[in-house]
């Protein structure tokens, strides 16, 4: 595919890219000219938002084993998500506090998987990470609803939905502050080196131990997520179309 790619995008009237950094990373590594590409960000489904359903959010709990305490990640189970690291923070976490709070990882295994989960074995952590494999929308957002804490120290996104998705289900976000994560979490969230076991320990233990600064991330991650919308996702692209026509 590689070749053809390469000369698909060359012959392309206009390129659409979804952040700002893969818009640098077309340039940088293909040489495309930066005005033949538009940014369009992606949007949030409507569905993903603060619920009062308590109900739902305890069966939801109830089908997945989920702990009353918890730290949520979404991914898959690939190398780029960083998971081992993450694994890392939370058992330097668990050993520097008496705080019961359990890791949840949802997400489908991808290439590479038995090695994030041999990671778990060998930090002796088989008790304290649950991983609930892929779940439908539903639950997914009862889950984000019912954890404490997301963390997400992904190594590379081209958007990145699961911190966006948090952020509107009303949960404090910890991210990467590299490739698109920033442009997608802005200021709502704490933005970290995706290396630094000790400081996303140290970051989860604040963001758990201080109600005020939960609240107040809470409050911007909702702000930031209303941002973005396949409402203005959908107008852009429209434009795009239709200056092409025009142009012709």
Request: aromatic content about 10%; proline content about 5%; glycine content about 6%.
């Amino acid at each position: 595919m590689r070749p053809f790619v390469r000369l698909s995008l060359w012959n392309a009237d206009m390129i659409i890219t979804i952040s700002e950094s893969a818009k640098k990373d077309l340039i940088n590594s293909l040489g495309l000219p930066e005005d033949k590409i538009k940014v369009i960000y992606c949007g949030i489904d409507e569905a993903y938002q603060p619920t009062q359903n308590l109900k739902s959010i305890e069966a939801t709990r109830k089908k997945f084993n989920l702990p009353e305490k918890f730290i949520l990640n979404v991914s898959t189970l690939v190398p780029t998500k960083n998971l081992p690291t993450l694994f890392k923070a939370f058992a330097l976490f668990k050993s520097s506090t008496s705080l019961s709070h359990r890791l949840v990882i949802v997400g489908g295994k991808g290439w590479k998987y038995k090695e994030i989960l041999k990671a778990v074995t060998q930090l002796g952590l088989e008790k304290d990470i649950i991983f609930t494999g892929y779940v439908p929308r539903e639950d997914l957002i009862n889950i984000y609803n019912a954890a404490d804490l997301f963390v997400y120290p992904s190594f590379y996104e081209g958007f990145g939905l699961p911190p966006l998705e948090a952020m509107a289900c009303g949960t404090p976000v910890i991210a990467s502050n590299v490739s698109s994560i920033p442009e997608v979490v802005g200021e709502a969230g704490i933005l970290l080196n995706p290396f630094d076991i000790a400081g996303i320990a140290e970051a989860i233990e604040k963001v758990i131990r201080d109600d005020d600064l939960r609240r107040e991330m809470v409050e911007k991650g909702i702000t930031q997520a209303q941002k973005f919308s396949w409402r203005q996702n959908a107008s852009e692209t429209k434009k795009i179309y239709e200056r092409l026509v025009k142009d012709e």
